[in-house]
C-alpha cells in the first residue's frame, strides 16, 4: 500500500504533519497549514506490513546521538513493527490515515 505523507523538508525539520490516501489532500492540508513556515514535502512512501487496523498507521523516528534528534524512518502497519525498526531509542507516533490532526506519541525513547 502507498501513502502520501506531508512533512517537513528540511533534514532535521519537524517530521510528519499527515498521512494521506492521495497527493490531492495532502496538497489540500498543506495549503490548510498556511501560517506554517517550513520547506514542504510530499513523500510517496511504501507501508511497511499488512493492511493498518482501523486506518492507523505508525511513523518510526530513528534518534541521532551526535546531532540529539530524530529523524523519519518509514511508515509502519502496525506499532510492534515500527517499535522493532527504531529500538530502545527511536519515537513512535501514530496517525490515522486523511486525518492529520489525529497524531498520538506512541513511544520516545530514552537518550
Known sequence: ?????????????????????NGDLALKCRDNMKGTFCRWEIRK????????????????????????????????AREEYAKDAVGDKGM???????????KRLIVKGSN
Open 1 to 21: 500500500m502507498e501513502l502520501f505523507v506531508l512533512m517537513d523538508a528540511a533534514f532535521f525539520g519537524r517530521g510528519i504533519f499527515g498521512i494521506f490516501t
Open 45 to 76: 512512501v511504501s507501508l511497511i506490513g499488512e493492511n493498518p487496523i482501523e486506518g492507523l498507521v505508525y511513523a518510526a523516528y530513528i534518534y541521532h546521538e551526535l546531532y540529539d534528534c530524530y529523524t523519519f524512518d518509514g511508515l509502519y
Open 92 to 102: 513512535v507516533v501514530e496517525f490515522r490515515i486523511d486525518a492529520p490532526y489525529h
